[in-house]
């Protein structure tokens, strides 16, 4: 693995993740669906910051520390878009049900059971053209 992430690398392995969390729900898998899709959200969020990253500039270290966060809330605010999801969420009472539902997703679910409805309705509220977290991720990176 490289020492550096970078912004492309991170799209294509979100997208992977969560296209594996699929497939993982389609044969039995829930749990490592349910915990893949999560991974999917963390990993197009640290895409989002790795806009921020100029050739020429080192980051402040407490900032570059923050972004090893699996705080959805906190990378939103890294990526510099509280307020745009401020303002989906208060367009949208779909897409605002399932950022609630997704952040409540932790590393610790990959010790969790999650049953096939509990791994549905997460990975439709990550993967959902219209309301879903990833969609509006993706829109930022």
């Known amino acids: 693995?490289?020492?550096?992430?970078r912004r492309t690398h991170l799209q294509a392995v979100a997208g992977e993740k969560?296209?594996?969390a699929q497939l993982l729900l389609d044969h039995g898998r829930y749990?490592?669906?349910y915990y893949l899709a999560g991974y999917a959200v963390e990993i197009g969020l640290k895409a989002c910051?790795?806009?921020q990253f100029g050739a020429e500039a080192i980051p402040d270290r407490s900032f570059v520390n923050a972004i090893y966060s699996h705080n959805f809330r906190t990378l939103v605010n890294l990526a510099g878009l509280a307020?745009?999801?401020?303002?989906?969420?208060?367009e949208s009472s779909a897409f605002a049900a399932n950022w609630v539902l997704v952040n409540e997703w932790t590393p610790e679910a990959r010790y969790a059971a999650a049953?096939?409805?509990s791994a549905q309705v997460f990975v439709q509220a990550v993967s959902d053209a219209?309301?879903?977290v990833f969609?509006?991720?993706r829109t930022y990176w």
Do not use: V
Not at 1 to 5: G, I, K, R, V, W
Not at 83 to 90: F, T, V, Y
């Open 130 to 132: 219209t309301a879903g």
């Open 18 to 20: 969560l296209e594996d």
């Open 49 to 51: 910051i790795a806009r």
């Open 31 to 33: 749990s490592n669906a």
């Open 115 to 117: 049953d096939l409805e």
């Open 1 to 5: 693995m490289a020492s550096e992430l």
């Open 135 to 137: 969609p509006w991720i």
């Open 83 to 90: 307020g745009e999801l401020k303002d989906r969420e208060a």
